[in-house]
Every structure is written in C-alpha cells, then in structure tokens.
T-cell receptor, first 111, second 115 residues
C-alpha cells in the first residue's frame, strides 16, 4: 500500500491561511489523494480529494504537485472549529477503495 | 439526511467478557465499514461489507472478533472474549458504493474500555 508522510503537528492563528503538507513519493498513477479530518471525539469526515489537478470545494483547496509526489491541503481562513487531526490518504487502487489512515497532522488553531 | 448511527457511545467491560456494537448506516448506502482506532493512532479497517457480503476482513482478528450485516442494512460487531488491547474506539462508516472515489461517512464511534 502506498504510504504518506505528514508532520505530526502544526499551529496556526485564527483567520489566517493554513497549508498542510503531505508527501507520497510512492504514489501510483491510479491512486487518488484524499483528505479526511477528525475533530475531537468525532469520527473522521471527508474534506477533499483529487487525482492530478488542483481542486477546490467549500471546505478547502487541494494543490497537487506536477509529479504527484506531494500535495498540500489549504484552509483559506482557519477557525477554531478547524482544530483537528488531518489525514492525507492515498486511496487504494483496488476495487474496494479502502482507506488506510496514517498518523495524520494535529492542527492547533490559536485565537 | 441522518448520519451514521452507532450505539452505545461508551462501554466498559472486564477482560474475557463479551461485547457487541451496533451500526445503522446512511439509508441507501451499500458499503459498510468497521474501523478500530487505538488512542493516538489513525483508524484501522477491520472489515468491509458490500450489501450483506464481506469484501475485506483481512485485518479482523477472527479468533475473537465477528461481524455481520444480515439484511444488508445495519450491522453488529462482536468481541468475544475481550482482551486489554481491544480498548479503542470502534468506528462505523458507510458509503454509497465501494470504490476509489466514494466518500465514506463516519459515525461518532463507540469507545470501549477493557479493564
């Protein structure tokens, strides 16, 4: 299974942009890059996913490097409610599409 | 739309006892997953169902864990007998279909403490 590498923790100030990096040097051509986040005492929730092109949705933006060996999740204006563990996941290329979670990045947002 | 429902939220048992967790997925979702999340780690898939059939149970400790989804809707996960190392949050998730781009929706989980 392709693996990802993320920093253990990051800090941000409220209302500032946050860039969460993810390295996935062993990504295969058919692997999608997914991001989920887990708020305290809750189950993970979907944030965004992409294959090759940059993606935007109401929650965040995903910037994917041209060689696809890294990506960055961008929260445009962090709020206190964005404090969570963020997981970068390479979606398994088999038909089952199971999620394989790593340690993730714990994001702290300071007021 | 109602989310994934799980019960109970918390359970405390002694080692060697049995325990069962229940999950009701989002209506119409064919695929159901059970994950185990040990404190400080990311969730780990235990078993995946497509309707009432098992797709992947390679990480399920079958000597003590069992799961079923008899009518292709709700599901139960059982541990018998429990060990100390089973202390974890058990998360249920569902998705409309299986596959590489399908979004998984998670419940809040059941926190199990084995004493």
């Amino acid at each position: 299974d392709a693996k990802t590498t993320q920093p253990n923790s990051m800090e941000s100030n409220e209302e500032e942009p946050v860039h969460l990096p993810c390295n996935h040097s062993t990504i295969s051509g058919t692997d999608y890059i997914h991001w989920y986040r887990q708020l305290p005492s809750q189950g993970p929730e979907y944030v965004i996913h992409g294959l090759t092109s940059n993606v935007n949705n109401r929650m965040a933006s995903l910037a994917i490097a041209e060689d696809r060996k890294s990506s960055t999740l961008i929260l445009h204006r962090a709020t206190l409610r964005d404090a969570a563990v963020y997981y970068c996941i390479l979606r398994d290329g088999s038909n089952t599409g199971k999620l394989i979670f790593g340690q993730g990045t714990t994001l702290q947002v300071k007021p | 739309e109602a989310g994934v429902a799980q019960s109970p939220r918390y359970k405390i048992i002694e080692k060697r006892q049995s325990v069962a967790f229940w999950c009701n997925p989002i209506s119409g979702h064919a695929t159901l997953y059970w994950y185990q999340q040990i404190l400080g780690q990311g969730p780990k898939l235990l078993i995946q169902f497509q309707n009432n059939g098992v797709v992947d149970d390679s990480q399920l400790p079958k000597d003590r864990f069992s799961a079923e989804r008899l009518k292709g809707v709700d599901s139960t996960l059982k541990i018998q007998p429990a060990k100390l190392e089973d202390s974890a949050v058990y998360l249920c998730a569902s998705s409309l279909l299986q596959g590489i781009v399908n979004i998984q929706y998670f419940g809040a989980g059941t926190r199990l403490s084995v004493l």
